[in-house]
């Protein structure tokens, strides 16, 4: 039975370690910590943006955790001293497991997933896909899960609906010209500039439709994301590019909105903006299905359970 969970994970991703930035807590901290600590387990965080090999085998002598819950990025520019050594030596070790959540396996699995997956006891991706990828290398303990919210913090903040569509996140890629299209049609688009999490949250509740665009920031391919939870968690309209397997998540055009294209997506948010009664109903349908199926806890609780029913 998992009691104590040491989360190895970067607490922050602002490169605060190697740059001027300012520091600011990470997804992991707001959404895998606070959740899985609400959920009752004994957490405590071992930040891997500032500590490596040495710390963590210090940490495991004294924490001694059932679990090491990793989510380990392979990338150096934030992650510089990523304790790979560590995790190793503990795979199997009397009464440890050692897991790790893998973000990212529609780009990454050849370049990084694939190698490392093997360090671990047992792993999980966001990507359905993926899932025989794995088992074509002869590892099996591989499940499948999806990124979620925490809805402590996300359906809290109040406020009017200020803004009609937005959209957080960097312009690359075909964002740009997705917004400059809209933009070109008459529809204003809330883009924030380097949003904190608290104010990401403010400007996702103070819109009545949030915009996602699913591709990848390597390659053509479109992956599931962090926020298409976010903004239902949010009690704002997901309005997103299609992307594989979402089917299974949310019902289309009565939970969230999709769209392939410039025109599908300036013909929706349109009709939308226009028809504010059945945008909102959407919304509620959205919102409650989150609640439902999506919140964190409701997601790591699942997680947890599964990690249990695997013998190392």
């Given at each position: 039975?998992?009691?104590?969970?040491?989360?190895?994970?970067?607490r922050s991703i602002?490169?605060?370690?190697?740059?001027?930035?300012?520091?600011?807590?990470?997804?992991?901290?707001?959404?895998?910590?606070?959740?899985?600590?609400?959920?009752?387990?004994?957490?405590?965080?071992?930040?891997?943006?500032?500590?490596?090999?040495?710390?963590?085998?210090?940490?495991?002598?004294?924490?001694?955790?059932?679990?090491?819950?990793?989510?380990?990025?392979?990338?150096?520019?934030?992650?510089?001293?990523?304790?790979?050594?560590?995790?190793?030596?503990?795979?199997?070790?009397?009464?440890?497991?050692?897991?790790?959540?893998?973000?990212?396996?529609?780009?990454?699995?050849?370049?990084?997933?694939?190698?490392?997956?093997?360090?671990f006891d047992i792993?999980?991706?966001?990507?359905?896909?993926?899932?025989?990828?794995?088992?074509?290398?002869?590892?099996?303990?591989?499940?499948?899960?999806?990124?979620?919210?925490?809805?402590?913090?996300?359906?809290?903040?109040?406020?009017?609906?200020?803004?009609?569509?937005?959209?957080?996140?960097?312009?690359?890629?075909?964002?740009?010209?997705?917004?400059?299209?809209?933009?070109?049609?008459?529809?204003?688009?809330?883009?924030?500039?380097?949003?904190?999490?608290?104010?990401?949250?403010?400007?996702?509740?103070?819109?009545?439709?949030?915009?996602?665009?699913?591709?990848?920031?390597?390659?053509?391919?479109?992956?599931?994301?962090?926020?298409?939870?976010?903004?239902?968690?949010?009690?704002?309209?997901?309005?997103?590019?299609?992307?594989?397997?979402?089917?299974?998540?949310?019902?289309?055009?009565?939970?969230?909105?999709?769209?392939?294209?410039?025109?599908?997506?300036?013909?929706?948010?349109?009709?939308?903006?226009?028809?504010?009664?059945?945008?909102?109903?959407?919304?509620?349908?959205?919102?409650?299905?989150?609640?439902?199926?999506?919140?964190?806890?409701?997601?790591?609780?699942?997680?947890?359970?599964?990690?249990?029913?695997?013998t190392v």
């Amino acid at each position: 039975m998992i009691n104590k969970i040491l989360l190895v994970a970067p607490r922050s991703i602002s490169k605060h370690n190697i740059s001027d930035d300012p520091f600011r807590f990470d997804y992991s901290f707001w959404n895998f910590y606070l959740p899985l600590k609400e959920l009752g387990y004994k957490v405590e965080f071992f930040d891997t943006s500032v500590e490596g090999d040495k710390e963590l085998r210090k940490k495991v002598s004294s924490f001694n955790p059932d679990l090491l819950f990793c989510i380990m990025t392979g990338d150096k520019n934030y992650c510089p001293l990523e304790p790979w050594e560590t995790i190793r030596d503990l795979k199997s070790s009397l009464g440890i497991k050692t897991y790790n959540w893998f973000c990212d396996d529609t780009w990454r699995f050849d370049s990084f997933s694939s190698k490392v997956c093997q360090i671990f006891d047992i792993c999980s991706t966001t990507q359905k896909d993926s899932l025989d990828k794995y088992k074509n290398l002869g590892y099996n303990n591989i499940f499948l899960t999806n990124w979620h919210a925490n809805d402590s913090l996300y359906g809290q903040v109040s406020g009017v609906k200020s803004a009609d569509v937005t959209f957080v996140g960097g312009l690359h890629g075909q964002r740009k010209p997705y917004i400059d299209y809209l933009v070109s049609k008459g529809i204003s688009v809330n883009n924030p500039k380097n949003c904190s999490f608290e104010e990401m949250v403010w400007e996702y509740k103070r819109s009545k439709i949030c915009l996602n665009f699913s591709r990848c920031s390597v390659g053509s391919q479109n992956q599931m994301k962090a926020r298409l939870f976010e903004v239902v968690a949010s009690k704002s309209l997901l309005v997103t590019e299609r992307v594989p397997n979402l089917e299974s998540y949310f019902l289309e055009d009565k939970e969230i909105v999709l769209f392939s294209s410039a025109e599908e997506l300036h013909q929706k948010v349109k009709f939308l903006l226009d028809n504010e009664t059945h945008l909102n109903k959407i919304t509620e349908a959205g919102y409650n299905r989150y609640i439902d199926d999506h919140t964190s806890k409701v997601r790591l609780q699942k997680v947890i359970e599964k990690i249990e029913q695997v013998t190392v």
